[in-house]
């Protein structure tokens, strides 16, 4: 399976919402948020609302190709952590697992080092929620909410 | 890649619209973006040059409704046509759900879009997909302009499995929706079949 399709549980979401929120109060973050690589919000924590998560997301995910992009030319394998420094605002990106995006948004009331040492912790426990997903998803016995849905739920939605 | 997420009871869908440069991707999206409902939509976001081509991508992330209590939700996307974006258009079609091919109708691009069509195979294989197996549709764009071909002929050089396809003018708003319609409900079946992502 090139690309297993990605679902999210009950049980796994409360341990990764559990993990992104301690991240903020730790890291003394403005926001936290974690994406998969094709750019879907998965769980995000912190001053969220004046956010548009939706297009950070997307936005993210794409600035995570083109690096990975640049790192296969040059024959890396990924450049796994990136930073950008504003005025205000800060924003530390790392990949974890190869699979999803784990993004701090901070600002100068904590520093790069104590973000960089939090974002290390939590990556790891992340990795093993995401693995313990991915094993569940693959199970053949997994159910998925569509084989309930009919043709016709199809067509209504579609229906003016 | 689609993504199901139990608990906000969402089914997330990634669609790509492809096509060769200027054949009216981002005025697709634009149109859609204009005639939908607030409630129903996000931001659209244009990564584009200053002269307004398209760099990078256009996004637009549109909610369209439940189904049995999930609410559905498209993540719209369109790549670059130009021809020396090709990395880019390999990165933006990742975890693709269904694509929309966006033909120019004018005589003078049908080599233009036999290329794009092809191009377009070649990166889905790139990643293990087949064109012939992930939900896509065929809008033949710019039926206004003069110059163009028919659409029978249109259809046999692009459309030889004949999927769905549809005429359109993208300035106007004419074949928009219907196309758009068309690849989501395309990718949904696909999704309730238990498919998903033309690799499998």
């Known amino acids: 399976m090139a690309n297993p399709q990605m679902v999210m549980y009950e049980e796994e979401f409360n341990l990764i919402q559990g993990i992104v929120d301690r991240l903020v109060r730790e890291a003394n973050a403005q926001v936290v ?9 998965i769980a995000a924590s912190g ?4 956010l548009d998560t939706t297009s950070l997301a997307s936005l993210t995910a794409g600035n995570i190709a083109a690096t990975g ?3 296969k030319l040059l024959r890396e394998n990924e450049f796994t952590t990136q930073f950008h420094e504003g005025e205000r605002a800060n924003i530390h990106i790392q990949l974890v697992g190869n699979r999803v995006i784990l993004v701090v948004i901070f600002d100068n009331k904590t520093s790069l080092g104590l973000v960089r040492l939090r974002v290390k912790k939590a990556s790891e426990e992340l990795n093993g929620i995401f693995e313990q997903l991915l094993a569940k998803v693959q199970d053949p016995d997994h159910e998925t909410p569509f084989a309930e849905i009919t043709d016709d739920d199809i067509d209504n939605l579609f229906n003016d | 890649m689609s993504f199901i997420n139990y608990l906000s009871r969402e089914i997330n869908c990634k669609i790509v619209y492809y096509g060769p440069g200027l054949c009216g991707k981002t005025t697709n999206l634009q149109h859609i973006y204009n005639k939908t409902n607030p409630e129903a939509k996000g931001k659209m976001i244009s990564l584009a040059t200053e002269t307004e081509r398209t760099l990078f991508f256009d996004f637009l992330p549109l909610a369209l409704g439940e189904i049995r ?4 939700r498209f993540h719209l996307y369109t790549v670059p046509g130009q021809v020396f974006y090709d990395a880019s258009r ?3 079609l990742k975890g693709v759900d ?3 091919f966006v033909a120019d109708s004018q005589i003078a691009r049908m080599e233009a879009n036999i290329e794009s069509m092809e191009n377009l195979r070649t990166n889905l294989a790139e990643q293990g997909y087949s064109l012939d197996k992930l939900p896509h549709v065929i809008q033949y764009n710019k039926r206004d302009m003069p ?4 659409v029978e002929e249109l259809r046999q050089i692009l459309n030889p499995n004949g999927v769905p396809d549809f005429g359109a003018v993208a300035t106007t708003g004419e074949g ?3 196309t758009l319609k068309a690849i989501a409900k395309l990718v949904l079946t696909e999704l309730k079949r238990g498919g998903g992502a033309g690799g499998r």
């Open chain 2, 147 to 150: 110059g163009i071909a028919s």
């Open chain 2, 176 to 178: 928009v929706f219907e």
């Open chain 1, 69 to 71: 992009g640049i790192a």
């Open chain 2, 98 to 100: 269904g694509v929309v």
């Open chain 2, 69 to 72: 209590g999930f609410k559905t």
């Open chain 1, 33 to 41: 948020f974690i994406i998969d690589k094709n750019g879907q919000l």
């Open chain 2, 90 to 92: 390999k990165l933006i």
């Open chain 1, 47 to 50: 001053e969220t609302d004046q």
